[in-house]
């Protein structure tokens, strides 16, 4: 899908976690930016496309030490076909915004933990004034071939996507141009007119530099044409990251280190695993096997009760020791449409809200992996929460209370009708659908305990799983009564303004039966659109944590939406049969659960052991 102006960086980072739904029965976790929501298959769906064997090094199958080699699972479920980010879907580890630092490095990494962003290619950025951030470069960076890593690389690479459509092509939406200031210094400067520093902040930690000599001649053989370049496999990537690609095959994928990284300045030393491998399983329950008995030394597929597997006697551990032993890292909610009789009314979606049991929803859905829910804009994480006074939105946020929501129900006039059914100003309360894709078994799990919980405070809700294209139109086009998806998630720069903005920002969106790509519920107030468009131009602390506390404020008091868990962004899980000294919560290393290959989670690479 080609989208239209604004829409296209809110797109690529709003529609991408709709992708992320349902990991639990075998899909891997969708690229961070994928620019369109049918791209994704089913969960239990695993790609099926055919392989080239050999790969990088060529002949049969190259076997490593095991000791010398991390294997990891969950991120790529079918052949590889290319290794070219410009292809829109290249194979681990060159797929966009989950494995950013192996091969293709980023200026700088995003650390979950605290949503900082750490030095990499880039030591430092500052905004030289509102419309111009100013980066300065490591000068000790090289390309695996041996060139210099520079500011032309910086220039070329963000060019890319301005003059081709591609992952990052609409950051474009708000800058204006990308210079360099000499060989190890770049400049970015914003659009006057549509000006975002937080949306600009996310390029420096997820665009993959490329180098301009390797791609300006790949672009010369291809005539510059976007569809040919893309037919480039790039078996071999040029890049600047600590591994290069050593061999793959249809069954696994490896990449093996160079012991020539320009890091090892910056890290103090090389990554402890020689190579890194990723074993392409036919699905979930293979993954998971291999990883119990030690195959796999990080995994991130999802992994029902994960606690019985150190129960067993495994040597497993997640980032938590105890449950919800993941961090959240979105919210999958349900949304409302604003225009339909009976859930026009706060009060009435208030009421939902306060039926639901969000412990059970953790418990069924999630194998309890969610935490406590506590109804904000932001996510209950160190890296998110202090942009809003929680003390100042206490009074308005909701527990699970159905004696409370029936209450409030009676107050408001809507009777039950002898079919137990509540009636209110002559609107039956019910039937309404509730959707989200077939075969996304959380969901669909989230979703019947949702209509269970509604029917025992009178109001009725029926369950709708169609086909995920379906679901995506309805979606959409807000042909739907009440429809799940994630708003926005991930630890960005830009967040928590970037889900805020999903949900409640009402310029530029299509009216009922035209494409909207945010704000599917149509929710319209004039205070939280200027609120929206002023964020991202605050740098004071104060002022953003008030303008983020009205904003909460408003969207507990009109509730177009309602999340229902918090769902880790990857599910880290460890087993230390061979590799020992992953992060943990309190190891006090501030190495984030990022599966040890992805933002700052690259650092856990350097202090693993045998």
């Given at each position: 899908m080609r989208l239209k102006k604004v829409t296209g960086l809110i797109c690529a980072l709003l529609l991408a976690p709709t992708l992320l739904a349902a990991c639990e029965d075998g899909g891997s976790t969708p690229t961070a930016a994928t620019p369109k929501p049918d791209a994704a298959k089913p969960a239990t769906t695993p790609q099926t496309t055919a392989a080239q064997p050999g790969g990088a090094g060529g002949g049969d199958a190259k076997e490593t030490a095991r000791n010398e080699t991390l294997y990891i699972n969950g991120l790529q479920w079918g052949a590889p076909t290319n290794f070219n980010l410009l292809s829109g879907n290249p194979a681990f580890p060159i797929n966009y915004g989950n494995s950013r630092e192996l091969i293709y490095e980023t200026l700088f990494m995003i650390n979950m933990m605290d949503g900082k962003l750490e030095p990499l290619l880039g030591t430092k950025y500052s905004w030289a004034d509102d419309l111009t951030l100013k980066i300065e470069l490591n000068k000790d960076a090289k390309w695996n071939d041996g060139k210099p890593f520079t500011s032309d690389d910086v220039v070329y690479t963000y060019k890319l996507g301005q003059k081709y459509q591609v992952n990052w092509s609409s950051f474009w939406t708000f800058i204006d141009d990308v210079v360099a200031d000499g060989p190890n210094a770049v400049s970015i400067k914003l659009k006057k007119d549509n000006p975002n520093k937080l949306t600009v902040m996310d390029s420096i930690e997820l665009i993959p530099m490329l180098p301009k000599h390797v791609w300006e001649e790949i672009e010369k053989k291809a005539n510059n044409d976007l569809a040919t370049i893309r037919k480039e496999v790039n078996a071999n990537p040029v890049g600047t990251g600590p591994y290069k690609m050593y061999f793959y095959n249809d069954?696994?994928?490896?990449?093996?280190?160079?012991?020539n990284y320009w890091g090892k300045a910056l890290f103090g030393k090389l990554p402890a695993p020689k190579y890194i491998t990723h074993v392409i399983y036919k699905d979930n329950a293979a993954g998971d096997l291999a990883f119990k008995s030690g195959q796999v030394d990080v995994s991130q597929q999802f992994i029902p009760q994960v606690s019985n597997m150190w129960k067993g006697g495994a040597p497993v551990k997640t980032y938590l020791k105890d449950a919800p032993y993941y961090l959240p890292g979105s919210m999958p909610s349900i949304f409302f449409n604003l225009s339909k009789k009976g859930l026009d009314?706060?009060?009435?979606?208030?009421?939902i809200a306060m039926s639901l049991d969000y412990k059970k929803i953790s418990d069924l859905a999630m194998s309890g992996y969610s935490a406590n829910m506590k109804p904000s804009?932001?996510?209950?994480?160190?890296?998110?929460?202090?942009?809003?006074?929680?003390?100042?939105?206490?009074?308005?946020?909701?527990?699970?209370?159905?004696?409370?929501?029936?209450?409030l129900l009676d107050k408001?006039?809507?009777?039950?009708?002898?079919?137990g059914i509540r009636v209110l100003n002559g609107t039956r309360l019910g039937p309404f659908d509730v959707e989200c894709p077939y075969g996304w078994s959380d969901w669909n799990a989230s979703l019947e305990i949702v209509a269970q919980n509604a029917k025992a405070i009178g109001i009725e809700i029926r369950t709708?799983?169609?086909?995920?294209?379906?679901?995506?139109?309805?979606?959409q086009t807000g042909k739907f009564d009440i429809i799940m998806n994630t708003p926005a998630g991930g630890v960005s720069p830009s967040q928590p303004w970037n889900r805020a903005r999903t949900i409640m920002y009402s310029k530029g969106v299509a009216p009922a039966g035209e494409m909207a790509f945010w704000n599917w519920g149509r929710y319209k107030n004039d205070k939280a659109d200027?609120?929206?468009?002023?964020?991202?131009?605050?740098?004071?602390?104060?002022q953003l944590k008030s303008l983020y506390t009205e904003l909460t404020k408003m969207w507990l008091a009109d509730l177009p939406s309602i999340p229902l868990m918090y769902r880790p962004w990857v599910f880290y899980t460890v087993n230390e049969s061979v590799w020992k000294g992953f992060p943990a919560q309190g190891d006090n290393t501030n190495i984030p659960p990022q599966i040890a290959i992805d933002g700052a989670g690259v650092k856990a690479l350097y202090q693993i052991h045998n």
């Amino acid at each position: 899908m080609r989208l239209k102006k604004v829409t296209g960086l809110i797109c690529a980072l709003l529609l991408a976690p709709t992708l992320l739904a349902a990991c639990e029965d075998g899909g891997s976790t969708p690229t961070a930016a994928t620019p369109k929501p049918d791209a994704a298959k089913p969960a239990t769906t695993p790609q099926t496309t055919a392989a080239q064997p050999g790969g990088a090094g060529g002949g049969d199958a190259k076997e490593t030490a095991r000791n010398e080699t991390l294997y990891i699972n969950g991120l790529q479920w079918g052949a590889p076909t290319n290794f070219n980010l410009l292809s829109g879907n290249p194979a681990f580890p060159i797929n966009y915004g989950n494995s950013r630092e192996l091969i293709y490095e980023t200026l700088f990494m995003i650390n979950m933990m605290d949503g900082k962003l750490e030095p990499l290619l880039g030591t430092k950025y500052s905004w030289a004034d509102d419309l111009t951030l100013k980066i300065e470069l490591n000068k000790d960076a090289k390309w695996n071939d041996g060139k210099p890593f520079t500011s032309d690389d910086v220039v070329y690479t963000y060019k890319l996507g301005q003059k081709y459509q591609v992952n990052w092509s609409s950051f474009w939406t708000f800058i204006d141009d990308v210079v360099a200031d000499g060989p190890n210094a770049v400049s970015i400067k914003l659009k006057k007119d549509n000006p975002n520093k937080l949306t600009v902040m996310d390029s420096i930690e997820l665009i993959p530099m490329l180098p301009k000599h390797v791609w300006e001649e790949i672009e010369k053989k291809a005539n510059n044409d976007l569809a040919t370049i893309r037919k480039e496999v790039n078996a071999n990537p040029v890049g600047t990251g600590p591994y290069k690609m050593y061999f793959y095959n249809d069954q696994k994928i490896t990449v093996a280190r160079d012991d020539n990284y320009w890091g090892k300045a910056l890290f103090g030393k090389l990554p402890a695993p020689k190579y890194i491998t990723h074993v392409i399983y036919k699905d979930n329950a293979a993954g998971d096997l291999a990883f119990k008995s030690g195959q796999v030394d990080v995994s991130q597929q999802f992994i029902p009760q994960v606690s019985n597997m150190w129960k067993g006697g495994a040597p497993v551990k997640t980032y938590l020791k105890d449950a919800p032993y993941y961090l959240p890292g979105s919210m999958p909610s349900i949304f409302f449409n604003l225009s339909k009789k009976g859930l026009d009314n706060a009060d009435v979606r208030r009421a939902i809200a306060m039926s639901l049991d969000y412990k059970k929803i953790s418990d069924l859905a999630m194998s309890g992996y969610s935490a406590n829910m506590k109804p904000s804009l932001t996510l209950d994480a160190d890296a998110e929460k202090k942009y809003v006074d929680q003390e100042a939105i206490k009074s308005l946020q909701w527990t699970t209370d159905v004696d409370g929501a029936n209450a409030l129900l009676d107050k408001i006039g809507a009777k039950k009708g002898a079919d137990g059914i509540r009636v209110l100003n002559g609107t039956r309360l019910g039937p309404f659908d509730v959707e989200c894709p077939y075969g996304w078994s959380d969901w669909n799990a989230s979703l019947e305990i949702v209509a269970q919980n509604a029917k025992a405070i009178g109001i009725e809700i029926r369950t709708k799983f169609p086909e995920q294209p379906v679901w995506n139109n309805d979606l959409q086009t807000g042909k739907f009564d009440i429809i799940m998806n994630t708003p926005a998630g991930g630890v960005s720069p830009s967040q928590p303004w970037n889900r805020a903005r999903t949900i409640m920002y009402s310029k530029g969106v299509a009216p009922a039966g035209e494409m909207a790509f945010w704000n599917w519920g149509r929710y319209k107030n004039d205070k939280a659109d200027q609120i929206i468009d002023k964020i991202p131009t605050v740098n004071d602390e104060a002022q953003l944590k008030s303008l983020y506390t009205e904003l909460t404020k408003m969207w507990l008091a009109d509730l177009p939406s309602i999340p229902l868990m918090y769902r880790p962004w990857v599910f880290y899980t460890v087993n230390e049969s061979v590799w020992k000294g992953f992060p943990a919560q309190g190891d006090n290393t501030n190495i984030p659960p990022q599966i040890a290959i992805d933002g700052a989670g690259v650092k856990a690479l350097y202090q693993i052991h045998n």
